[in-house]
C-alpha cells in the first residue's frame, strides 16, 4: 500500500529522526581485500531516486573503478569485457532478484602495433576516426525466471576523458552516448565525476582522534566508471502496481569469469562467478569486519540472513564502539534493532523494531507475502514519495523523505547521515558533539539538472595545486586549457609520434547504438 507521507513525517519526527546533522563513514571504494586489485569491476556507489524533472520515472545510478586519475594513460579506465555488470530490482522483498539489468561489453581497439595513442586527434564525436579506442555495450532485463530480453545491442560507451586538447567537448560526446530504452527510459555509458564526497581521513583513528581532520572532500577531481538507467516506475513495482507495490529494493554486482593467463595473453574460463556487490553506501565498508567482506561480496542478499556473524555486526556494530573509546561518546545499547530496520528490513512498523513508522520496507508493499521475506541488505526506495522541491543534504535526518535512507540521491551526505544512524540517531536523536560531520558537504562539481545528472568528468590532474578541475568555456568536461606554445608543442609532438597511426588506421565507423523491441 502507498505510505502517508503526513504520517511517515510526524512518526519520524516523534522518532527523532528529523532534523541536525552527522558525522562520517565511507563509501564502498576498494572496500574488500580481493576486489581492491580488480577495480575495473569494483562497485564503488549505487543511487537510486525519482527522477527530479521526470517524476514518472526513476533512475538507477551504479559506478565502477574507483579513484581514477584524469590522466591515467595511455590505456586509462575500459570496462572488463570478461565480466558482466548487474543492477537488481527486489519487488517482493525475498531478497531474490526480480528484474536484473545487465551490461556487456565489447571492445575495438584500433591501435595495434602502429601506437600507443588512445586517440591521435582531436575527439568531436563517438564515431570519430581519431578515437582508436572504443567499446560499445548489450543492456538486457532478465526476469526472476532467467528470461531475458535485450534492450540495446551495439550501445555506445563515451570514452574517458583524455584531456582538454582531445576532447574539447566532454558534453557532446556524452549526449550522444545517452540513447532510447524500449518501453521509455534512457541509458547511459561512460565516464563521469565521482559524485561521492566525504573526507576519508575517518580511517586515520576517525578525524585524526580530535575531529581535527576534517573540510576535505578526498575523492575531488577523480572519475568513474558510471552507468545510469532511467526506467517508468511501473516497470519495476510488483505487479507493475505503483500504487499498491511502491516499495523497491535495489543492489548492484559485478560478475567475473575465471582468468587464464599465458605468455602474452589472458584467457576467461570457466563459469561466471560474483565479485563485487553493493547496496547501502556503508556496510561492506564500516560494518561488515575484514574477514567477512570477500564473502559479502560473492553472495546474494537472500543470503544474509544464514550467516549469523553477518547480522550480528549491525546488532552489534564496531564504529559506535570506536566513536566511545576515542571520544568518550557512550555507544548505544545492543541489540541493535533500529540497524536491522535500516540496513536488514527496510523501515517499517511490521518489522516490529523501535523505529515507529512505514517508509522504505517490501512490507508496505499490499502484495507482498510477509511469509516470504526475508531481511536482507538492500537500498530500499519508496517511489510514491515525491520530489522534494529542495533536496536537504541530510535526507530522512533533514525532514526529506525522499532522500537517503530512502533510496539515495546524487545531493545526500549519506556519511553523515549514517554514523548518527550507527551513533542511534533513529530513536534517541541527534548526537550533539558529532553533528559538525566531516565538514564535506557537498560534491566539488554541481549536478546536471537532467539525465544522467551527474557532473561531467574531470581533465585536469588531482595533484595540481589549485585543485579540482574548472570547466573550459564551453563545456568542454573540465579543467583549462594548457599555455598556447605548450599546447601547440604538446599537439605536434602527438601527431609526430602517432604518424603512423594516420596511416594504419582503419576507416571502419562506430556502430550506432540499435533499440531491441
Given at each position: 500500500m502507498a505510505v502517508s507521507l503526513i504520517a511517515v513525517g510526524s512518526?519520524?519526527?516523534?522518532?527523532?529522526?528529523?532534523?541536525?546533522?552527522?558525522?562520517?563513514?565511507?563509501?564502498?571504494?576498494?572496500?574488500?581485500?580481493?576486489?581492491?586489485?580488480?577495480?575495473?569491476?569494483?562497485?564503488?556507489?549505487?543511487?537510486?531516486?525519482?527522477?527530479?524533472?521526470?517524476?514518472?520515472?526513476?533512475?538507477?545510478?551504479?559506478?565502477?573503478?574507483?579513484?581514477?586519475?584524469?590522466?591515467?594513460?595511455?590505456?586509462?579506465?575500459?570496462?572488463?569485457t570478461d565480466a558482466r555488470y548487474d543492477i537488481n530490482i527486489d519487488n517482493d522483498g525475498d531478497g531474490c532478484a526480480d528484474l536484473t539489468y545487465r551490461w556487456t561489453f565489447r571492445t575495438e581497439d584500433r591501435r595495434g602495433n602502429s601506437t600507443f595513442l588512445y586517440n591521435n586527434g582531436q575527439v568531436t564525436s563517438l564515431d570519430d576516426e581519431n578515437?582508436?579506442?572504443?567499446?560499445?555495450?548489450?543492456?538486457?532485463?532478465?526476469?526472476?525466471?532467467?528470461?531475458?530480453?535485450?534492450?540495446i545491442q551495439s550501445g555506445p560507451v563515451a570514452p574517458s576523458n583524455v584531456g582538454p586538447a582531445s576532447m574539447p567537448d566532454y558534453g557532446a560526446l556524452r549526449s550522444q552516448a545517452t540513447v532510447d530504452v524500449p518501453g521509455g527510459g534512457k541509458?547511459?555509458?561512460?565516464?563521469?565525476?565521482?559524485?561521492?564526497?566525504?573526507?576519508?581521513?575517518?580511517?586515520?583513528?576517525?578525524?585524526?582522534?580530535?575531529?581535527?581532520?576534517?573540510g576535505q572532500d578526498t575523492l575531488a577531481g577523480y572519475n568513474v566508471n558510471t552507468i545510469a538507467l532511467q526506467v517508468p516506475k511501473s516497470q519495476l513495482a510488483?505487479?507493475?502496481?505503483?500504487?499498491?507495490?511502491?516499495?523497491?529494493?535495489?543492489?548492484?554486482?559485478?560478475?567475473?569469469?575465471?582468468?587464464?593467463?599465458?605468455?602474452?595473453?589472458?584467457?576467461?574460463?570457466?563459469?561466471?562467478v560474483q565479485v563485487s556487490r553493493l547496496g547501502n553506501p556503508l556496510v561492506n565498508e564500516v560494518v561488515v569486519p575484514a574477514g567477512l567482506k570477500d564473502r559479502f561480496n560473492a553472495i546474494t542478499p537472500d543470503q544474509d540472513a544464514n550467516i549469523p556473524e553477518l547480522v550480528q555486526r549491525v546488532t552489534d556494530p564496531e564504529v559506535p564502539k570506536l566513536v566511545e573509546a576515542i571520544y568518550g561518546i557512550p555507544a548505544p545499547a545492543t541489540p541493535r534493532n533500529d540497524l536491522v530496520e535500516i540496513f536488514l528490513t527496510g523501515i517499517t512498523t511490521k518489522a516490529g523494531g523501535p523505529i515507529q513508522a512505514d517508509l522504505n520496507s517490501q512490507l508496505n508493499n499490499a502484495d507482498v507475502n510477509p511469509d516470504r521475506f526475508r531481511p536482507s541488505e538492500q537500498l530500499r526506495l519508496n517511489m510514491s514519495v515525491p520530489v522534494a522541491a529542495q533536496a536537504n543534504r541530510l535526507g530522512v535526518l533533514g525532514g526529506d523523505l525522499q532522500g537517503f535512507p530512502n533510496g539515495r540521491r546524487l545531493t545526500d551526505d549519506v556519511l553523515d547521515i549514517g554514523v548518527q544512524a550507527l551513533e542511534g540517531a533513529a530513536v534517541s536523536g541527534i548526537v550533539p558533539a558529532l553533528a559538525a560531520g566531516d565538514k564535506a558537504d557537498a560534491n566539488d562539481r554541481a549536478f546536471d539538472a537532467t539525465f544522467p545528472y551527474l557532473a561531467?568528468?574531470?581533465?585536469?590532474?588531482?595533484?595540481?595545486?589549485?585543485?579540482?578541475?574548472?570547466?573550459?568555456?564551453?563545456?568542454?568536461?573540465?579543467?583549462?586549457?594548457?599555455?598556447?606554445?605548450?599546447?601547440?608543442?604538446?599537439?605536434?609532438?602527438?601527431?609526430?609520434?602517432?604518424?603512423?597511426?594516420?596511416?594504419?588506421?582503419?576507416?571502419?565507423?562506430?556502430?550506432?547504438?540499435?533499440?531491441?523491441?
Open positions: 512518526t519520524l519526527l516523534a522518532a527523532g529522526l528529523l532534523g541536525g546533522s552527522g558525522s562520517a563513514g565511507a563509501s564502498s571504494h576498494r572496500e574488500a581485500p580481493l576486489i581492491a586489485d580488480d577495480p575495473a569491476v569494483d562497485n564503488t556507489d549505487l543511487y537510486a531516486f525519482v527522477s527530479p524533472d521526470r517524476s514518472d520515472t526513476v533512475t538507477l545510478v551504479a559506478n565502477w573503478s574507483p579513484f581514477q586519475e584524469p590522466h591515467g594513460g595511455p590505456n586509462f579506465y575500459p570496462w572488463a578515437l582508436l579506442f572504443r567499446q560499445t555495450y548489450t543492456l538486457e532485463v532478465i526476469d526472476k525466471y532467467g528470461k531475458g530480453k535485450k534492450l541509458s547511459y555509458v561512460g565516464q563521469a565525476d565521482d559524485p561521492f564526497f566525504l573526507d576519508l581521513r575517518v580511517f586515520d583513528l576517525l578525524y585524526g582522534g580530535d575531529l581535527s581532520e576534517v510488483l505487479k507493475g502496481d505503483t500504487d499498491r507495490n511502491p516499495v523497491i529494493g535495489v543492489w548492484s554486482d559485478t560478475e567475473r569469469r575465471t582468468l587464464q593467463l599465458m605468455p602474452g595473453q589472458e584467457r576467461p574460463v570457466g563459469p561466471y561531467l568528468p574531470h581533465n585536469t590532474a588531482v595533484n595540481t595545486s589549485s585543485g579540482a578541475a574548472v570547466p573550459p568555456a564551453g563545456g568542454g568536461g573540465g579543467g583549462g586549457g594548457l599555455p598556447p606554445g605548450l599546447l601547440l608543442n604538446s599537439l605536434l609532438a602527438a601527431l609526430l609520434i602517432g604518424s603512423g597511426a594516420w596511416l594504419l588506421r582503419g576507416r571502419s565507423q562506430l556502430i550506432p547504438a540499435r533499440a531491441v523491441a
